[in-house]
């Protein structure tokens, strides 16, 4: 709809001024200097403001993991204050040599102690729990207080703080699972992005209060994320494989040379050329790409943005030439 859910008598803005109006609002600037870009009154850009703002925080899905502590008086006290949950001081590792930046930055974040770990949850859920009780005082119809308003984005970005420390203290072992998954149909980068976003997930669904490591759960739900995406692909590659488990690794480790490495990945290549022949031309594309046929292996995504189709799309025409080239072979 071109006008707000609560829109200001007699005047009307379409989405695109009411994105620019909250856009300046969220970057700090001044109501008159907002007014004069928009072509709009002071007054006006004020009422529609305090609209916008409270149809963006309505809209808003708060889901939290409710204490009973949560309810108790002094509960504000015991668990906002809790000094223990800022970043602690962290003795900067030496990067490993040679690695990408994203890897080598990992070695940066501060883990969590088990006490800082449940600790920061409970915080994370309380905020969460006290935005909830909040929100229900919205009404943008007969408008909101500036005071309720300020306090709704404060907790909002409180949360956003403490959900931020809860992920970075755990990208690392969404890398560790993310390794141990990886393959040449499924490169690490692709498995770690999937992970990511299945930790942020876990995060939001962790109860803390069952007293159990939060890196626990978060296994289960990235390993059960993870193995939707992979464990059919590299079931099917293993049918082009003579059963050695190492070609499933993307990169050499100590236990496999990288002449072996090239042995087996040109077993698979010398197989699906039997193939090709049986296959769609799209489909012959999509596995030459992603096995290096004729080049460098690529992703999922770069495969995608050459064929103009998504990255979800280039999956499911791999697997279904895999299991062409599967049944083929057998």
Request: hydrophobic share 40%; proline share 4%; glycine share 4%.
């Amino acid at each position: 709809p071109e006008d707000l859910l609560f829109p200001v008598s007699g005047v009307r803005l379409d989405a695109k001024k009411r994105k620019e109006l909250l856009a300046a609002h969220q970057a700090g600037k001044a109501k008159a200097e907002t007014a004069k870009a928009l072509g709009l009154s002071r007054r006006l850009v004020a009422s529609y403001l305090k609209k916008l703002r409270a149809e963006e925080l309505l809209r808003t899905d708060v889901e939290y993991c409710y204490d009973p502590l949560f309810d108790t008086p002094d509960a504000d006290k015991m668990i906002l204050d809790d000094r223990a949950l800022e970043h602690p001081a962290y003795k900067q590792k030496e990067e490993p040599q040679n690695a990408p930046a994203y890897f080598a930055n990992l070695s940066h974040l501060p883990p969590l102690k088990r006490e800082e770990e449940k600790a920061l949850f409970r915080k994370y859920n309380y905020i969460k729990y006290k935005f909830a009780e909040m929100q229900k005082s919205l009404k943008p119809s007969e408008g909101d207080s500036a005071k309720l308003l300020a306090r709704l984005e404060e907790l909002a970005a409180e949360a956003s703080k403490c959900r931020d420390r809860l992920v970075e203290a755990n990208l690392r072992l969404v890398v560790k699972l993310a390794r141990h998954h990886s393959g040449p149909l499924v490169g690490i980068n692709d498995l770690i992005s999937e992970g990511n976003l299945s930790l942020l997930r876990a995060v939001e669904k962790f109860d803390f209060t069952r007293g159990t490591r939060f890196s626990t759960y978060a296994t289960w739900c990235v390993v059960k994320h993870l193995a939707r995406v992979v464990p059919e692909e590299n079931y099917i590659i293993r049918a082009f494989t003579t059963g050695a488990e190492q070609v499933l690794e993307v990169q050499p480790d100590k236990t496999v040379s990288e002449f072996e490495r090239k042995e087996n990945l040109a077993h698979i290549r010398s197989q699906l050329d039997k193939v090709m022949e049986h296959l769609t031309g799209r489909e012959r594309e999509i596995l030459s790409r992603r096995f290096g046929l004729s080049g460098a292996p690529q992703t999922l995504e770069e495969i995608g943005d050459l064929l103009g189709i998504t990255r979800e799309r280039v999956r499911q025409l791999e697997t279904r030439a895999l299991h062409k080239a599967a049944d083929i072979i057998r």
